[in-house]
């Protein structure tokens, strides 16, 4: 059950350079995406999250853009930095009460270079 | 900031055995998530859980699984007869609301060894 795919496993950047990490998900009920970062050994910490009334979110470096055509969306990096070196998990949910759940991705592992 | 705290950090258990993991959500928080990542793979849902009962629940949620509020401040999860594919990081989750707009905290999870 793959609603909520994120086809590159890892990414490597350098430091000061933009990271784009990619997410496409499947189900058309999604409404609500978000975006987590998480280190080993800790829970997911909440980035940035997108209505889908929406087609980008921004705070700070970080920049979350939505295609809803395409279902498909982004996270930028702007500049990266080392310690943004973490898995980032794509989730994709609904803002309705009924539907509590997060769907993750797979994630993807960013490694940004000093 | 208000955490969501997660007792213990690691356990290890045999198989066959019963485990309880702990968790101390956001005090003002009205809903309650157990999510679990086996290694390399996916955060997956669990669980949700309002007003006292179980208001979704996941395939892998199965009879072996339960979840209880036993007094104002603690959920746990129990897993009554562990199995070796139950070996997972298991994280709690809270929300003051019931939709993904108001936002999930979780906490540092456990991990769950069974060997």
């Known amino acids: 059950d793959q609603q909520v795919k994120q086809n590159s496993p890892s990414l490597s950047v350098q430091e000061g350079r933009i990271s784009i990490l990619n997410c496409d998900y499947t189900n058309s009920m999604f409404d609500y995406f978000l975006w987590y970062k998480k280190y080993p050994a800790e829970g997911p910490t909440f980035l940035i999250s997108i209505s889908s009334i929406k087609d980008k979110n921004e705070d700070g470096r970080f920049t979350v853009f939505l295609n809803k055509s395409a279902k498909h969306l982004s996270l930028h990096i702007v500049p990266s930095q080392p310690g943004d070196s973490a898995v980032y998990f794509c989730a994709a949910s609904r803002e309705n009460t009924g539907f509590q759940k997060l769907v993750f991705g797979t994630g993807t592992r960013l490694l940004v270079s000093p | 900031e208000p955490e969501v705290t997660q007792t213990p950090s690691h356990q290890v258990t045999q198989m066959g055995q019963e485990v309880i993991l702990r968790c101390v959500p956001i005090?003002?928080?009205?809903?309650f998530y157990w999510y679990r990542q086996i290694l390399g793979q996916k955060v997956e849902f669990l669980v949700s859980f309002y007003n006292n009962e179980i208001s979704e629940k996941s395939e892998i949620f199965d009879d072996q699984f339960s979840v209880e509020r036993p007094d104002g401040s603690n959920f746990t999860l129990k897993i009554r007869s562990t199995k070796l594919e139950d070996s997972a990081m298991y994280f709690c989750?809270?929300?003051?609301?019931?939709?993904?707009?108001?936002?999930?905290?979780f906490g540092s999870g456990t991990r769950l060894t069974v060997v």
């Open positions: 989750a809270s929300s003051p609301g019931g939709g993904a707009n108001y936002g999930y905290t």
């Open positions: 005090s003002n928080h009205l809903y």
